[in-house]
């Protein structure tokens, strides 16, 4: 009993310490000291793996580009054998690739030697030197519109789409030879309106007054997937040395298309670009679809072969 005063006696200096600690990382983070909300992009990094044909002496179309882990080699030999393997669609060539950094852990060496013989056999990755991480997502979006803009200029369009994603890419193709799709300053996706900027610095996409003085982000696709016509990569670039980078790689394409003018296109349907389905997709919804979210490998590859059966109208 007479240890007791002093544990609480203690309990009460360690619960006004976590509080003050609190406040004070609150402070840092309002204050800008606490880089969650902002990623340097020095504009410098290099490739290291890049030994692809795609767009060097082959030029595809459509250029399907798919930011992954390192680690995902699941990921990434799922995408090969459904919907990224497909190399003629409607008549039109189709190439793919994957965006990568580097790998980090203890095991950072022996996973790159891993990584390099994967490309020996298969020359579809693109690896920069940054360490590839969620909050690095900007970098490797910039990094994606660099090798783009450096070597796809003569292709027509290319989609950025996350490696948990199914692809109906003959849908994606009619949309992009439609008469009515334009041929430059085009991105289209699940287009976001008027989404508001998170002020709470708890949030895991707080974004302080300082950086972002506006309460709401200019439009922008989500970064799930992605069209664009490949004459935007290079306008990007020559105007996002404008505008401080901020982890949120989707809203700040969007702050670059909106210095540049150029706002995103809603699709012409909203069932084209699925986030988070509640349920399994119908046959129905799978015939419309362009690219929707999945929960794993084994049910993206259940509806890339239904979408290959499917005749369904309604």
Same mark, same amino acid.
């Given at each position: 009993?007479? @240890?007791?005063?002093?544990?609480? /006696?203690?309990?009460?200096?360690?619960?006004?310490?976590?509080?003050?600690? $609190?406040?004070?990382?609150?402070?840092?983070?309002? /204050?800008?000291?606490?880089?969650?909300?902002?990623?340097?992009?020095?504009?410098?990094?290099?490739?290291?793996?890049?030994?692809?044909?795609?767009?060097?002496?082959?030029?595809?179309?459509?250029?399907?580009?798919?930011?992954?882990?390192? &680690?995902?080699?699941?990921?990434?030999?799922?995408?090969?054998?459904?919907? @990224?393997? !497909?190399?003629?669609?409607? @008549?039109?060539?189709?190439?793919?690739?994957?965006?990568?950094?580097?790998?980090?852990?203890?095991?950072?060496?022996?996973?790159?030697?891993?990584?390099?013989?994967?490309?020996?056999?298969?020359?579809?990755?693109?690896?920069?030197?940054?360490?590839?991480?969620?909050?690095?997502?900007?970098?490797?979006?910039?990094?994606?519109?660099?090798?783009?803009?450096?070597?796809?200029?003569?292709?027509?369009?290319?989609?950025?789409?996350?490696?948990?994603?199914?692809?109906?890419?003959?849908?994606?193709?009619?949309?992009?030879?439609?008469? &009515? $799709?334009?041929?430059?300053?085009?991105? $289209?996706?699940?287009?976001?309106?008027?989404?508001?900027?998170?002020?709470?610095?708890?949030?895991?996409?707080?974004?302080?007054?300082?950086?972002?003085?506006?309460? !709401?982000?200019?439009?922008?696709?989500? @970064?799930?997937?992605?069209?664009?016509?490949?004459?935007?990569? +290079?306008?990007?670039?020559?105007?996002? *040395?404008?505008?401080?980078?901020?982890?949120? +790689?989707?809203?700040?394409?969007?702050?670059?298309?909106?210095?540049?003018?150029?706002?995103?296109?809603? *699709?012409?349907? +909203?069932?084209?670009?699925?986030?988070?389905?509640?349920?399994?997709?119908?046959?129905?919804?799978? &015939?419309?679809?362009?690219?929707?979210?999945?929960?794993?490998?084994?049910?993206?590859?259940?509806?890339?072969?239904?979408?290959?059966?499917?005749?369904?109208?309604?």
């Amino acid at each position: 009993m007479g @240890g007791t005063p002093f544990r609480r /006696h203690m309990k009460r200096i360690l619960g006004g310490s976590l509080v003050t600690l $609190t406040v004070f990382f609150i402070y840092l983070s309002s /204050h800008g000291r606490v880089l969650q909300y902002h990623v340097v992009y020095p504009r410098n990094y290099k490739f290291v793996m890049d030994d692809t044909l795609t767009c060097k002496t082959r030029t595809p179309f459509l250029v399907l580009m798919v930011p992954v882990a390192p &680690s995902n080699v699941a990921a990434r030999d799922a995408i090969r054998q459904t919907w @990224g393997g !497909e190399k003629m669609v409607l @008549g039109q060539p189709v190439e793919t690739l994957f965006i990568l950094g580097l790998p980090g852990g203890a095991d950072a060496e022996q996973q790159q030697e891993k990584l390099e013989q994967e490309n020996e056999r298969h020359h579809d990755l693109i690896q920069s030197n940054f360490h590839d991480s969620y909050n690095n997502l900007t970098i490797k979006t910039m990094v994606m519109l660099e090798w783009l803009a450096a070597h796809c200029t003569n292709a027509s369009y290319a989609i950025k789409i996350d490696s948990d994603m199914l692809l109906h890419i003959q849908n994606l193709m009619k949309l992009l030879l439609d008469p &009515s $799709t334009p041929r430059q300053n085009y991105m $289209t996706g699940s287009v976001w309106w008027h989404s508001r900027v998170l002020r709470n610095p708890f949030s895991k996409f707080y974004m302080p007054t300082h950086v972002i003085a506006d309460s !709401e982000y200019p439009p922008y696709p989500l @970064g799930m997937a992605y069209v664009m016509s490949l004459d935007l990569p +290079e306008k990007i670039l020559s105007v996002s *040395p404008q505008i401080k980078p901020i982890y949120i +790689e989707d809203a700040y394409l969007g702050m670059c298309l909106k210095r540049l003018g150029i706002p995103p296109t809603d *699709p012409p349907e +909203e069932t084209m670009f699925i986030v988070n389905p509640w349920f399994p997709l119908s046959s129905c919804s799978l &015939s419309k679809v362009i690219a929707v979210t999945t929960t794993s490998i084994q049910q993206m590859t259940s509806y890339w072969k239904r979408s290959r059966e499917l005749h369904t109208t309604c």
